[in-house]
């Protein structure tokens, strides 16, 4: 679809891959080191690069949001608990299963992979004329664009999100803490 | 740009599964889902060029969504690690027959 937007600058091509194969080459070296903090790092490094790429494609806020919730909040409450159950240094034996599970992973993953190529090479019909979103943002400002859909379409969806968030804290704290003396008693007798 | 962003978005996805299906660390296989997540963002923010603005707010939801589960789910691994003294996939075999 490089019809989309035809007067794009070599620079903005240029930097647009550079941020995609960064991210690629990240989740390569995330998947494969042993060492989880490394990995952790590695993925926020591909969070970084996703975040550039959503500026990029006319998200100046999703890729705001990217940074703060993605790799400031999710990743460094991983890297919390690691740090929490002390597992940051390499683990044990192996930590990638054997041969056959990496044959298997592989097989699938390149299926997977031909799946996704061929349903992307369908024909995409623009439903909104090139350039659109950037009009829009440009005229409006970057969070207009998406606040408006998001309290007025899509509002019911906004306040099930505000019971999940509070279902999740519950659950987070009674999953996460300790028991007490007395619950032990009770369950002994 | 479309086309690029897609082929990086079945990439990153494609990695996300195969890391799933590799490590044995829970905490890394979580990160992958992550990653997962991440990819189909990234093609949600490429669709939202060409059919509008709704893709964004999908990736709104995704994220807190996303940001849900990994509280959930590092509480769980937190409470099997007191369990088990372990996160290694290979030894929470208690359902296995």
């Known amino acids: 679809m490089s019809d989309v937007q035809p007067t794009l600058p070599l620079f903005y091509t240029f930097n647009f891959y550079v941020f995609g194969i ?3 080459i990240a989740a390569v070296l995330f998947v494969t080191r042993r060492s989880p903090v490394a990995a952790a790092m590695w993925l926020v490094t591909t969070m970084f690069a996703l975040a550039a790429l959503y500026i990029m494609m006319d998200a100046q806020f999703i890729g705001a949001i990217q940074v703060l919730v993605y790799a400031g909040a999710i990743m460094v409450v991983f890297l919390f608990v ?6 940051g240094q390499p683990s044990d034996v192996a930590d990638a299963r054997g041969r056959g599970w990496k044959l298997v992973a592989a097989a699938i993953g390149v299926a997977m992979l031909a799946q996704i190529f061929a349903l992307t090479r369908a024909h995409v019909q623009p439903s909104i004329p090139p350039g659109y979103l950037a009009r829009q943002i440009e005229y ?5 664009p ?3 859909p998001l309290f007025n379409e899509y509002l019911l969806a906004f306040e099930v999100t505000s019971v999940l968030l509070l279902a999740a804290v519950v659950g987070a704290v009674v999953l996460g803490r300790r028991r007490t003396a007395v619950e032990d008693a009770a369950d002994a007798r | 740009m479309l086309a690029e962003a897609l082929f990086f ?15 044995r660390n829970a905490i890394i296989v979580f990160m992958c889902v992550e990653l997962m997540l991440n990819a189909v963002n990234l093609s ?4 939202s060029q060409v059919y509008g603005v709704a893709g964004q707010v999908f990736v709104f939801f995704v994220m807190t969504v996303a940001a849900a589960e990994a509280a959930v789910g590092l509480a769980i691994i937190i409470a ?4 088990r003294q372990t996160v290694n996939l290979q030894n929470i075999n208690l359902l296995k027959g």
């Open chain 1, 22 to 24: 960064v991210a690629i």
């Open chain 1, 82 to 87: 690691i740090m929490l159950l002390n597992l």
């Open chain 1, 140 to 144: 409006t400002g970057v969070i207009a």
């Open chain 1, 146 to 148: 998406v606040a408006g």
């Open chain 2, 9 to 23: 978005s079945a990439v990153l996805f494609t990695i996300g599964v195969v890391g799933v299906l590799t490590r």
């Open chain 2, 44 to 47: 949600f923010v490429a669709f």
């Open chain 2, 80 to 83: 099997l690690f007191r369990h």
